[in-house]
Structure formats: C-alpha cells, structure tokens
C-alpha cells in the first residue's frame, strides 16, 4: 500500500510540465514524495530516516551505588529519563540498551545526576513525587498511553489494569495493559507497582525481586496490599 502511494504521488508529478495548470498540486505532492521516499512507516507514522550527517543520539548512563533495592542502573537521553534497570552490571544494562536504542552509550555521571538523586531518595523514603523529564519517544503509542496515567497515579494509590483500559477508552484492553506494564522500560519512576490485577491481587513485576520487589515499593508509600 504504502509503495502504491508513491507511485500515485510520482506519476502525478510527472504528468506537470512547466507553465501547466497543476504547479501548486505537484509541488506538494513532489514534498509528499520526497517525505515518503526518505522515511520510513511505523504505527506513529511516517519518521525520516536521519541522514548521514546526523549525529547519533547519545544516551547517558550511571549507577545508584548501593540502596535497598540494590544497585539501579538509569539511562538518560536529551529529551529525559530512557531506562531503569535492576539488578544489573553495566556491560549488561549497555547490552540491554543496545538492543533497544540505536544511539551512542555513554557513562555520565553528572547528565544522570538528577535522575539517580531521586531515585536514592524515593527508596529511602525522602521523595514522594518523581520530578524526572520522561523520553516518552522511546516507547510504541500504546505503552506510552497506558504509561502515562501509570506516571500519574499518586503516591500510596492503586489501580487495576482494567482501570487503566477503562481510562485509555477500551475496557476489554485490559490485557495489553499488562504487557505494557510488564515492559515497562522505567520501573520505580514510571509506578507500574501501583498497577494491580483486575481481581485487586499482585501479579507480575519485571523488575528486581518480581513480585517481593512490588510488594516493597508498595509497603514504602503505605499502600493497602491486598
């Protein structure tokens, strides 16, 4: 289909000559071509392709050092917070990123200092609201929907993951919810503890422990544990 449309759009350039009747129509549908034929098509829709002289875009990683959860790895770019991984080493975190991002990896302390002080914070029990920029561009348009009123569920509160399809307009989508949950990329700042089975009950966490580490995190913000 989509090579069907450049084709309509490139035969429909050519038929216009110079001095013709269809300038204006041809030149947006030369500026359509030229965008399709430099992009590429996804769900969001169609993203150019960065050119050769783009630079690849870097992404920052440090380390908590040790907390009660262990040590958390974060991954930061220069739209905000990428990735939260433990346990973790770092040429496992920068494996796993690999995988995930193309960009350059980096080791920055001072880029990720913000985004690990919160984090050392939340788990002693200092901070109740994560102030971290999110990458939400890193993430497909469900999960980023399904995340974001994750992100905004307060503090010590629960939802099921009914409760979110519900908000996101399709109750029966209550499954997928869960997937985007269990991939989420940024445990701990992105809640996805606070997010419970439709029957009220604890299920899966892809984070540290799994299912002890959710219970953790939920008994620090004084939530009622089902």
Known sequence: MVMRCISLLYLSCK???????????SCQNTMAFDELSAGMYNKAGF?????????????SISHTGSTALGDLWVAVSENGLVAVKFPATQDEF??????????????????????????????????????LPIDWWVLSEFQRK??????????GETRTYKEIAAELGNPRAA???????????MPVVIPCHRVL?????????????????????????????P
């Open 15 to 25: 038929r216009w000559k110079p001095g013709g009747t269809k300038k204006a129509s």
């Open 47 to 59: 993203v150019p392709y960065p050119s050769k002289e783009s630079p690849m875009p870097i992404i």
């Open 94 to 131: 920068t494996a796993w990123l690999g995988k995930h991002h193309d960009a350059q990896i980096e080791f920055d302390a001072e880029k990720a200092r913000e985004a690990v002080e919160q984090l050392r914070e939340y788990i002693s029990g200092q901070l109740r609201e994560f102030s």
């Open 146 to 155: 399904a995340l974001e009123l994750t992100f905004a569920i307060p503090y």
């Open 175 to 185: 499954r997928a919810v869960g997937r985007a949950e269990a991939t989420n990329p």
């Open 197 to 225: 089975g439709s029957d009220h009950k604890l299920h899966g966490y892809g984070a540290g422990a799994g299912l002890d580490t959710k219970t953790w995190l939920l008994r620090l913000e004084g939530a009622v544990i």
